[in-house]
């Protein structure tokens, strides 16, 4: 991979929190030509408890593989219509270890996800998918949150001036709003003073 190419894997399975991470992908103000976005799309087989169910294993594959190509198509069309150069892949078992997976056979910079929110009531699963591969190691992962929060502004609140950092470097828009506030409100209202510096804060001297 050249230093101007920034491959990025892209977690997506066609709820609103994969629109909102595809989203933040398409909106990208940079040079959009670097960018190499690997959209997976993963599928759990259902767990059999008894032998003998009479399943065809290779007909449920099938059947799995053109759903999570069906899910893929219009992510990859929207990257397409952005001037983003992608391709889909659909995987078989678990979410994390396989975005994981792919994250490092690609030699990917990024895994970009969406999650639905915090606790039972607001998507657990998907947001224990998402924790699970932020805490795996591999790349930095960059978390979409509920109500079009960007990763940008949930480091700022949050006060991680490394993520800060690294987000700004790669062209993260720091003007973006949710709820009416950008990244830099929410880090003063959190009084991340490091962070609210990193995106363009200057103290007034005290008169």
């Known amino acids: 991979m050249s230093e101007s190419q920034v491959r990025l894997v892209l977690a997506f399975d066609g709820s609103p929190a994969a629109q909102r991470a595809l989203e933040l992908l398409a909106g990208y ?29 290779a007909a449920l594959d099938a ?24 391709r889909g892949e659909v995987r078989y078992g678990l979410p994390a270890p396989a975005l994981l997976d792919d994250a490092r056979v690609t030699d990917a910079q990024a895994i970009v996800m969406g999650t639905r929110g915090h606790g039972a009531l607001h998507g657990f699963a998907f947001g224990s998918a998402a924790m699970r591969v932020a805490h795996g190691g591999v790349v930095p992962t960059l978390i979409v949150g509920p109500d079009g929060m960007t990763p940008l502004m949930i480091a700022a609140e949050k006060g991680n001036e490394l993520a800060t950092d690294e987000l700004l470097r790669a062209g993260a828009q720091a003007d973006l709003k949710s709820g009416g506030k950008t990244a830099l409100d929410l880090a003063l209202a959190e009084g991340n ?15």
């Open 29 to 57: 103000r940079g040079a959009r030509g670097r960018l190499e976005v690997l959209a997976v799309n993963v599928q759990q087989r259902p767990v059999t408890l008894f032998p003998g169910t009479g399943i065809d294993p």
């Open 63 to 86: 059947a799995l593989g053109e759903a999570g190509r069906s899910a893929l198509a219009p992510a990859l069309e929207r990257l397409a219509q952005a001037g983003i150069a992608a």
């Open 193 to 207: 003073k490091r962070c609210a510096e990193r995106l363009g804060y200057i103290e007034k001297p005290a008169p």
